[in-house]
Protein backbone atom coordinates (compact mmCIF):
# COMPACT_ATOMS: atom_id res chain seq x y z
CA UNK A 1 0.00 0.00 0.00
CA UNK A 2 1.52 3.09 -0.54
CA UNK A 3 0.04 6.56 -0.51
CA UNK A 4 0.02 8.92 -2.96
CA UNK A 5 0.19 12.58 -2.74
CA UNK A 6 -2.26 14.92 -5.06
CA UNK A 7 -3.49 18.22 -5.57
CA UNK A 8 -6.60 20.17 -6.24
CA UNK A 9 -7.59 23.77 -7.17
CA UNK A 10 -10.19 25.11 -5.26
CA UNK A 11 -11.54 29.02 -4.75
CA UNK A 12 -8.20 30.07 -5.04
CA UNK A 13 -6.66 27.70 -2.67
CA UNK A 14 -4.20 24.45 -3.35
CA UNK A 15 -5.58 21.19 -1.35
CA UNK A 16 -3.46 18.30 -0.73
CA UNK A 17 -4.76 14.99 -0.17
CA UNK A 18 -3.13 11.44 0.44
CA UNK A 19 -5.04 8.83 -1.85
CA UNK A 20 -4.22 4.98 -1.13
CA UNK A 21 -6.15 4.17 -4.79
CA UNK A 22 -8.74 1.83 -5.60
CA UNK A 23 -7.63 -1.65 -4.83
CA UNK A 24 -10.63 -3.41 -5.43
CA UNK A 25 -12.38 -5.04 -9.29
CA UNK A 26 -15.55 -5.18 -7.52
CA UNK A 27 -16.00 -1.68 -7.19
CA UNK A 28 -13.80 1.00 -4.56
CA UNK A 29 -14.86 0.80 -1.10
CA UNK A 30 -14.38 4.69 0.03
CA UNK A 31 -12.89 6.14 2.97
CA UNK A 32 -12.50 9.89 3.23
CA UNK A 33 -10.33 10.87 6.73
CA UNK A 34 -10.66 14.31 8.04
CA UNK A 35 -7.83 15.43 10.93
CA UNK A 36 -8.33 17.70 13.83
CA UNK A 37 -7.00 21.14 14.26
CA UNK A 38 -3.24 21.37 14.27
CA UNK A 39 -2.84 17.89 12.78
CA UNK A 40 -3.02 16.59 8.74
CA UNK A 41 -3.61 13.87 6.33
CA UNK A 42 -0.60 12.18 7.18
CA UNK A 43 -2.06 11.45 10.73
CA UNK A 44 -4.36 8.27 8.91
CA UNK A 45 -1.23 6.69 7.24
CA UNK A 46 -1.40 3.67 9.55
CA UNK A 47 -5.16 3.52 8.88
CA UNK A 48 -4.98 3.38 5.63
CA UNK A 49 -2.35 0.59 5.72
CA UNK A 50 -4.15 -1.63 7.91
CA UNK A 51 -7.43 -0.90 5.33
CA UNK A 52 -5.53 -2.42 2.72
CA UNK A 53 -6.52 -3.74 0.24
CA UNK A 54 -9.98 -3.80 0.91
CA UNK A 55 -10.79 -0.03 1.08
CA UNK A 56 -9.54 2.92 -0.60
CA UNK A 57 -8.26 5.60 1.54
CA UNK A 58 -8.29 9.80 0.70
CA UNK A 59 -6.77 11.92 3.90
CA UNK A 60 -7.11 15.70 3.25
CA UNK A 61 -5.18 18.41 4.25
CA UNK A 62 -7.47 20.67 5.02
CA UNK A 63 -7.33 24.15 4.93
CA UNK A 64 -4.91 26.23 6.69
CA UNK A 65 -3.25 22.52 7.66
CA UNK A 66 -0.33 20.42 6.04
CA UNK A 67 0.10 20.89 2.38
CA UNK A 68 -3.20 22.77 1.82
CA UNK A 69 -3.11 26.60 1.26
CA UNK A 70 -3.53 29.08 4.02
CA UNK A 71 -6.95 30.61 3.71
CA UNK A 72 -8.18 33.72 4.67
CA UNK A 73 -11.55 32.38 6.47
CA UNK A 74 -12.19 29.30 8.52
CA UNK A 75 -16.03 29.51 8.71
CA UNK A 76 -18.34 26.15 8.70
CA UNK A 77 -19.11 26.89 5.36
CA UNK A 78 -15.74 26.80 4.26
CA UNK A 79 -14.92 23.38 5.48
CA UNK A 80 -18.37 22.03 3.84
CA UNK A 81 -17.26 23.64 0.42
CA UNK A 82 -13.65 22.40 0.81
CA UNK A 83 -15.23 19.00 1.15
CA UNK A 84 -17.65 19.80 -1.67
CA UNK A 85 -15.16 20.37 -3.74
CA UNK A 86 -13.20 17.40 -2.84
CA UNK A 87 -15.82 15.22 -3.87
CA UNK A 88 -16.43 16.77 -7.10
CA UNK A 89 -12.45 16.39 -8.27
CA UNK A 90 -12.67 12.75 -7.86
CA UNK A 91 -16.27 12.31 -9.13
CA UNK A 92 -16.74 10.28 -6.03
CA UNK A 93 -21.14 9.38 -5.82
CA UNK A 94 -20.62 8.12 -2.21
CA UNK A 95 -17.41 7.94 0.67
CA UNK A 96 -17.75 6.74 4.32
CA UNK A 97 -16.49 9.58 5.97
CA UNK A 98 -14.18 9.47 9.11
CA UNK A 99 -13.43 12.32 10.82
CA UNK A 100 -11.09 13.51 14.47
CA UNK A 101 -12.05 16.36 16.22
CA UNK A 102 -12.38 19.16 13.74
CA UNK A 103 -13.08 16.33 10.97
CA UNK A 104 -15.85 14.89 12.93
CA UNK A 105 -17.94 17.92 13.23
CA UNK A 106 -16.92 18.46 9.13
CA UNK A 107 -17.55 15.09 8.42
CA UNK A 108 -21.30 15.19 9.80
CA UNK A 109 -22.00 18.69 8.91
CA UNK A 110 -21.30 17.57 5.55
CA UNK A 111 -23.65 14.44 5.82
CA UNK A 112 -26.58 17.31 6.73
CA UNK A 113 -26.12 18.37 3.94
CA UNK A 114 -25.41 15.83 1.38
CA UNK A 115 -26.88 12.59 2.99
CA UNK A 116 -26.96 10.62 -0.18
CA UNK A 117 -22.66 10.52 -0.46
CA UNK A 118 -22.14 9.17 3.22
CA UNK A 119 -23.55 5.83 3.72
CA UNK A 120 -21.82 5.54 6.97
CA UNK A 121 -19.85 7.96 9.87
CA UNK A 122 -17.22 7.68 12.08
CA UNK A 123 -16.36 10.48 14.77
CA UNK A 124 -13.67 10.38 16.51
CA UNK A 125 -13.79 12.39 20.37
CA UNK A 126 -15.96 15.56 19.61
CA UNK A 127 -18.95 16.63 20.27
CA UNK A 128 -22.65 18.17 19.04
CA UNK A 129 -21.71 20.80 21.36
CA UNK A 130 -18.01 22.27 21.06
CA UNK A 131 -16.94 24.99 24.26
CA UNK A 132 -12.89 24.65 23.69
CA UNK A 133 -10.68 27.58 23.91
CA UNK A 134 -7.28 26.85 22.13
CA UNK A 135 -5.80 30.39 22.23
CA UNK A 136 -3.05 28.87 24.46
CA UNK A 137 -1.67 27.43 20.95
CA UNK A 138 -0.71 31.33 20.16
CA UNK A 139 2.84 31.74 21.48
CA UNK A 140 4.15 28.59 19.03
CA UNK A 141 3.95 30.83 16.27
CA UNK A 142 7.36 31.74 14.15
CA UNK A 143 10.33 30.05 13.82
CA UNK A 144 12.34 28.49 16.29
CA UNK A 145 16.52 27.78 16.09
CA UNK A 146 16.10 23.54 16.61
CA UNK A 147 13.75 20.82 16.29
CA UNK A 148 14.05 20.65 19.73
CA UNK A 149 13.92 24.15 20.12
CA UNK A 150 10.15 23.69 18.51
CA UNK A 151 9.04 20.68 20.38
CA UNK A 152 10.16 22.68 23.97
CA UNK A 153 7.68 25.65 22.74
CA UNK A 154 4.97 23.62 22.30
CA UNK A 155 5.54 21.00 25.31
CA UNK A 156 6.41 17.54 25.36
CA UNK A 157 2.26 16.48 25.94
CA UNK A 158 1.50 17.63 22.30
CA UNK A 159 4.93 16.98 20.50
CA UNK A 160 4.06 13.66 19.47
CA UNK A 161 1.06 14.44 17.89
CA UNK A 162 2.31 17.43 16.07
CA UNK A 163 5.11 15.46 14.48
CA UNK A 164 4.12 15.55 10.90
CA UNK A 165 3.64 19.03 11.23
CA UNK A 166 7.13 20.11 11.77
CA UNK A 167 8.91 21.92 8.77
CA UNK A 168 12.25 22.84 8.37
CA UNK A 169 13.22 25.74 6.63
CA UNK A 170 16.38 27.71 6.11
CA UNK A 171 15.37 30.10 9.11
CA UNK A 172 14.79 26.98 11.14
CA UNK A 173 12.04 24.97 12.45
CA UNK A 174 8.47 25.50 12.54
CA UNK A 175 4.78 24.51 12.42
CA UNK A 176 2.49 23.50 9.09
CA UNK A 177 -0.03 25.35 10.42
CA UNK A 178 -0.29 28.96 11.72
CA UNK A 179 -1.34 29.23 15.39
CA UNK A 180 -3.81 32.25 14.75
CA UNK A 181 -5.45 30.67 12.11
CA UNK A 182 -6.10 28.09 13.98
CA UNK A 183 -7.87 29.94 16.83
CA UNK A 184 -9.97 31.65 14.27
CA UNK A 185 -11.20 28.34 13.03
CA UNK A 186 -11.59 26.97 16.60
CA UNK A 187 -13.77 30.14 17.15
CA UNK A 188 -16.08 29.45 14.17
CA UNK A 189 -16.46 25.37 15.37
CA UNK A 190 -17.55 26.69 18.76
CA UNK A 191 -21.04 26.39 19.24
CA UNK A 192 -24.21 23.78 19.31
CA UNK A 193 -24.37 21.75 16.48
CA UNK A 194 -26.86 19.22 17.76
CA UNK A 195 -29.23 20.13 14.68
CA UNK A 196 -26.55 19.20 12.11
CA UNK A 197 -25.69 15.71 13.60
CA UNK A 198 -29.03 14.55 14.60
CA UNK A 199 -29.57 15.59 10.57
CA UNK A 200 -28.99 12.07 9.30
CA UNK A 201 -29.55 8.46 10.18
CA UNK A 202 -27.06 6.35 8.45
CA UNK A 203 -24.79 4.54 10.65
CA UNK A 204 -22.57 6.28 12.72
CA UNK A 205 -20.13 5.32 15.21
CA UNK A 206 -18.65 7.58 18.00
CA UNK A 207 -15.12 6.83 19.44
CA UNK A 208 -14.26 8.44 22.87
CA UNK A 209 -11.00 8.62 25.00
CA UNK A 210 -11.87 7.59 28.56
CA UNK A 211 -9.13 10.15 29.31
CA UNK A 212 -10.24 13.22 26.84
CA UNK A 213 -10.00 16.83 27.56
CA UNK A 214 -12.37 17.65 24.89
CA UNK A 215 -15.46 15.64 25.53
CA UNK A 216 -17.50 14.13 28.02
CA UNK A 217 -18.87 10.83 28.52
CA UNK A 218 -22.36 12.28 29.28
CA UNK A 219 -22.82 14.27 26.08
CA UNK A 220 -21.18 11.49 24.32
CA UNK A 221 -23.94 8.93 25.71
CA UNK A 222 -26.52 11.77 24.83
CA UNK A 223 -25.51 11.57 20.76
CA UNK A 224 -25.85 8.29 20.84
CA UNK A 225 -29.09 7.93 22.32
CA UNK A 226 -30.83 10.18 20.36
CA UNK A 227 -29.58 9.72 17.14
CA UNK A 228 -31.03 6.35 15.54
CA UNK A 229 -28.14 4.07 13.84
CA UNK A 230 -25.17 5.47 16.69
CA UNK A 231 -23.22 3.85 18.58
CA UNK A 232 -20.93 4.76 21.10
CA UNK A 233 -17.21 2.66 21.43
CA UNK A 234 -15.37 3.90 24.34
CA UNK A 235 -11.30 3.65 24.19
CA UNK A 236 -8.44 4.09 26.92
CA UNK A 237 -6.80 7.02 25.62
CA UNK A 238 -7.08 11.12 25.06
CA UNK A 239 -8.45 13.50 22.15
CA UNK A 240 -6.45 11.49 19.33
CA UNK A 241 -6.97 8.24 19.85
CA UNK A 242 -6.20 7.25 16.38
CA UNK A 243 -2.63 7.65 17.89
CA UNK A 244 -3.19 6.78 21.80
CA UNK A 245 -4.53 3.07 20.97
CA UNK A 246 -3.93 2.57 16.89
CA UNK A 247 -4.58 -0.70 16.98
CA UNK A 248 -7.65 -0.92 18.95
CA UNK A 249 -8.74 2.03 16.88
CA UNK A 250 -8.18 0.79 13.67
CA UNK A 251 -9.61 -3.05 14.77
CA UNK A 252 -13.14 -0.66 15.43
CA UNK A 253 -13.49 1.01 12.27
CA UNK A 254 -12.41 -1.83 10.04
CA UNK A 255 -15.19 -3.75 11.99
CA UNK A 256 -17.76 -1.10 11.82
CA UNK A 257 -16.87 -1.25 7.97
CA UNK A 258 -17.71 -4.73 7.63
CA UNK A 259 -20.48 -4.61 9.41
CA UNK A 260 -22.33 -1.73 8.08
CA UNK A 261 -21.09 -0.60 4.87
Known amino acids: MNL ?31 HGHLMEAATFAPLAAFLSPNWRVIALDQRGHGHSSH ?34 VNAFQFAASHPEQVPALIIEDIGAIVTDDISFILPWSGVSPT ?19 FRQTPEG ?8 EMV ?16 TICPALLIRGTQSRVTTAELLEQMALRRPNTTLLN ?11 PALFNAAVRQFLDSHV
Open 235 to 245: LEGGHILHMDQ
Open 147 to 165: RDALIAKVGERFAPYLADS
Open 71 to 104: ALTYQRSDYIGDLEALFAHLNLPQAVLLGSSLGG
Open 173 to 180: WTLAFEPS
Open 184 to 199: ASQNALRGDHWQDFLA
Open 4 to 34: QRHTFQHNGLTFSYLDSGPHSAAGPRLLVAL
